[in-house]
């Protein structure tokens, strides 16, 4: 063949694609989108590490050096030596820096920290927002967290427990009055604190002295002449203060130090949403072979006539691989560009719709040609396999079908016996799983062997769905496709048309399938960590508030007194004792879970929670394991007058109430030993919300005075907060992970979108016979909808069935006692949804189709 002829192949499909960009478009519409995904992360990782640095690092942006004392030092840098580096020449302004902070006197347990801050000037982290900052001795300002959390209000005063000098051992009482409200650009901002200058904090530091200074040079000076000065000048005055004392620059510190510390957590967030962009890179290259296999099919005549005149395959492929490349250039391209524009318009679109800064990015160059070269390599790649079949077709074949593509409904031996294997293995995996799932309170299971296989076997089957899809789809949509049978001709048609492209409809309904099973997966898998969580808060957090009295107890006074609080509900007094048991120390208590208003969230191994009573005891799950004791069997305790025999009326999941092993009944505890006086208390708010809440703290604070013996050592603890905490993490879960999958979903339906184009073209002829024979604009359009949302119907069936089996055992795997629950309805409601969304995104492709009349559409020779 002479290079005439080879360019002559190469320019007929160029041209081709060519003079019909809008195919163009269609081939690399996924590819675009899976550039603009890519490429956006990365504008939002600068975003992201350039607000995080800007906005939370340690050193201000002017800070020249930074002094601090030597690793092996026992003091920081005195007061004097902070005015002897401010008098050095060059010096504009020296910071000491300060860790301090106290109890606060009559708080239970509250600690606020301290932070020497000058209040004012470019190596200030604070802002005033209300009153002033403190001048003089005994003031401090507060932060927004503090002044909500401890209601301490410019004026108010608040009381620290700090080291007496004299007698180490001992605290002394320090009154503070605030006298503003200030925010901080630090971390320090997220927990509550107080701030004032570096000479009224240092008096309250844990440790003496300073144990870092900042230092700002003049405008001007040289900053290595005033780094060396002062480095000679700490070394020779601070030999005995702080020996080995280092300074270094501020660009070093932030650099080093700073920047690494946030980097670390920004980087292991990013590359988990790499994985997940992993998973939509593929679906993008599932949708991209999915089209050009249809795009080939439907130029089969024109491919006829170039190997019926001479070409051979080789250069067939060669010339679709180039037209894969060019669309990848043109698709990869495009998303980078519009990812950048996006990238660079966020910071102003957070500060005019949200109020948010946002540092702007870079412009990332050498990560922007790396995605449109992996545009370029997916796009080849995706082009392969559906060009070498294309090419393939002997001439005779491919002019019998007239450029139409068959509905192929068998699949190849070697496809079915791979698809074959690769269930049969991810069962074998899956069972073999099972089978190793751990017992409650077994501690040598290997949890990350377990999740591995659990993904390997996931992984498995989603491969066997896509070999052995077009087997699938007739059985699916018999049962699907009903409903919309009984609708009338457009149902009817919808179905056959599906039905009648098997390997079309399993091509597209396995990204749908991805997507789904991705969705549901993640619901289900945040539903049973949900209910795990909810679960151990029954018995480690059975109430808003625990008071515990300390040495002597509670006694029926003070209980009586807090249940009659107006502000309390559900008040219940506990009594525990510690008890030696076969060589180690184990916590009994007579804290009935079903008597708590937690107990229906409550599980068993064995036995029921009604069980419990004189003689019976519940036990905790890692005893239990240890004892080799189930519900029926019989163990006992240690007593002072010989041991107790108690039968297991129950065994838990996990541990008991409070971190208890064993729960017995109040006759079976005295037996024990243990005193009369209740060890703690437990306590509900009486209503719900943060006042109220608050209302109740408040309450407790007063009762405790009241009636503890020692009030300093009585405990308040807000257990509500880590419920709080868990529901704020498991919300944020649910919506990072829906946030990350969707980017598959969103695959599936640009997948959706362009299989409905590329058919509605390709069955032109089709739709303008219907149209003649008298079926209106309207039901073609009705028809072309319902097939879209067909492949979501689908894919959604065939994504459930793999999502949600698979998720509970990843959550198994990884939690051994997490409970299955199944979020139906989000389920349902994801499967209608995206079947909606499907529908949806035929509409396009429909309504051109119907813009195209009859005759014309019979006229069109393609």
């Known amino acids: 063949m002479t290079p005439s002829w080879r360019a002559t192949v190469l320019g007929s499909q160029l041209a081709e694609l060519l003079r019909r960009p809008g195919r163009l478009l269609t081939t690399g519409l996924s590819v675009l989108v899976a550039a603009f995904v890519v490429f956006a992360t990365v504008m939002a990782q600068q975003i992201t590490e350039r607000t995080t640095l800007d906005r939370f690092r340690g050193t201000p942006e002017a800070v020249t050096l930074v002094a601090a004392p030597g690793e092996d030092a026992a003091t920081g840098f005195s007061a004097a030596t902070l005015r002897r580096i401010r008098a050095l020449p060059g010096v504009a302004e020296a910071v000491g820096r300060v860790d301090a902070g106290a109890p606060i006197a009559g708080g239970f347990d509250r600690y606020l920290p301290l932070y020497a801050d000058p209040g004012t000037g470019p190596l200030s982290q604070v802002r005033l927002v209300e009153g002033s900052y403190p001048d003089g001795a005994g003031e401090i300002a507060v932060n927004r967290q503090a002044a909500e959390e401890l209601l301490l209000t410019p004026g108010t005063r608040t009381v620290l427990l700090l080291p007496d000098p004299a007698h180490p051992e001992r605290t002394r009482e320090v009154t503070l009055t605030v006298t503003g409200v200030v925010k901080s650009s630090t971390t320090a901002e997220q927990q509550a604190g107080g701030y004032a200058t570096d000479a009224r904090l240092l008096p309250y530091a844990q440790s003496p002295g300073y144990p870092r200074v900042d230092i700002r040079a003049e405008e001007g000076a040289e900053e290595g002449a ?51 962009l992993a998973v939509a890179v593929g679906a993008a290259a599932l949708v991209a072979t999915s089209t050009f296999r249809i795009v080939f099919a439907q130029r089969l005549r024109q491919l006829a006539l170039l190997r019926a005149v001479g070409a051979g395959r080789r250069r067939l492929v060669t010339a679709f691989a180039v037209e894969g490349a060019l669309v990848g250039v043109v ?11 996006a ?61 139409t593509v068959t509905g192929e409904r068998r699949i190849r031996p070697a496809r079915l016996t791979t698809g074959t294997v690769f269930a049969a293995l991810a069962v074998a995996l899956a069972a073999l799983q099972v089978s190793e799932l751990p017992e409650p309170g077994r501690e040598d299971y290997d949890r990350d062997l377990g999740m591995l296989v659990t993904v390997g076997s996931a992984g498995l089957a989603f491969l066997a769905l896509v070999a052995l899809g077009p087997l699938l789809v007739r059985p699916v949509l018999a049962v699907a496709g009903w409903p919309l049978r009984r609708l009338g001709a457009t149902g009817r048609l919808a179905v056959g048309g599906v039905g009648g492209t098997p390997r079309r409809a399993a091509a597209v309904s396995v990204v749908v399938a991805l997507g789904v099973a ?11 960590l949900g209910g795990y969580l909810e679960r151990d808060a029954a018995l480690t957090a059975p109430a808003d508030f625990e ?12 209980v009586r007194a807090f249940a009659a609080a107006p502000e309390l509900a559900h008040v219940t007094a506990y009594r525990d004792l510690p008890v030696a048991l076969d060589g180690r120390e184990i916590q009994v208590s007579d804290l009935d879970p079903g008597a708590l208003p937690t107990g229906a969230d409550v599980d068993t191994v064995t036995g029921s929670l009604d069980g419990l009573g004189p003689g019976r005891a519940i036990v905790a799950a890692d005893l239990a394991e240890s004892l080799g004791v189930r519900a029926g069997d019989a163990f006992t305790l240690p007593s002072r007058h010989g041991r107790i025999r108690l039968t297991v009326a ?30 703690g208390v437990l306590a509900d708010a009486a209503h719900r919300g943060a006042a109220a809440r608050g209302e109740a703290y408040r309450a407790l604070e007063t009762l405790v005075r009241a009636h503890a013996a020692d009030p300093d050592a009585a405990g308040l603890q807000v257990l509500a907060q880590a419920r709080d905490d868990n529901r704020g993490t498991l919300d944020v879960l649910l919506t990072t992970a829906l946030a990350l999958v969707a980017l598959t979903v969103l695959m599936a339906v640009v997948g959706v979108t362009t299989t409905t184009g590329l058919t509605a073209i390709e069955r032109t002829r089709e739709f303008g016979l219907l149209r003649a024979l008298g079926l209106g604009a309207g039901a073609l359009r009705r028809t072309i909808a319902l097939e879209a949302g067909l492949y979501g119907v689908l894919g959604g069936v065939l994504g459930l069935a793999l999502g949600v089996p698979y998720a509970w055992l990843l959550v198994r795997s990884a939690i051994g006692t997490a409970p299955l629950l199944l979020p139906l309805g989000r389920l349902l409601l994801v499967l209608t949804g995206l079947t909606l969304l499907t529908a949806l995104a035929g509409l396009l492709p429909a309504h051109r189709t119907t813009r195209v009349t009859p005759m014309t559409a019979l006229g069109d020779a393609e």
């Open 226 to 276: 005033v780094r060396g000065e002062l480095a000679r000048q700490v070394r020779a005055l601070l030999d005995r203060d702080s020996p080995g004392a280092s300074v270094r620059t501020g660009a070093a510190v932030r650099a080093q130090e700073e920047r690494d510390a946030v980097g670390g957590d920004l980087r292991e967030t990013f590359q988990l949403i790499s994985v997940f």
């Open 547 to 558: 008071v515990t009295a300390g040495a002597g107890g509670w006694d029926a006074g003070a």
């Open 331 to 341: 698709a990869g391209t495009s998303g980078v560009l519009l990812a950048l524009g």
């Open 518 to 528: 991705l969705v549901s997966g993640a619901l289900v898998a945040v539903a049973c």
């Open 343 to 403: 990238g660079h318009l966020a910071p102003a679109a957070a500060r005019l719709l949200a109020g948010r800064e946002l540092s702007a990015p870079g412009f990332p160059v050498s990560y922007g040609v790396l995605v449109v070269v992996g545009a370029v390599l997916l796009t080849v790649g995706a082009v392969l396999a559906p060009a070498l079949a294309a090419a393939g077709v002997s001439p005779l074949q491919a002019l019998r079908t007239a450029g």
């Open 650 to 679: 129950a065994t838990l999941p996990g541990p008991g109430p409070l971190q208890a092993a064993v729960v017995v009944a109040p006759a079976d505890l005295d037996r024990l030993g243990a005193p009369a006086q209740a060890s």
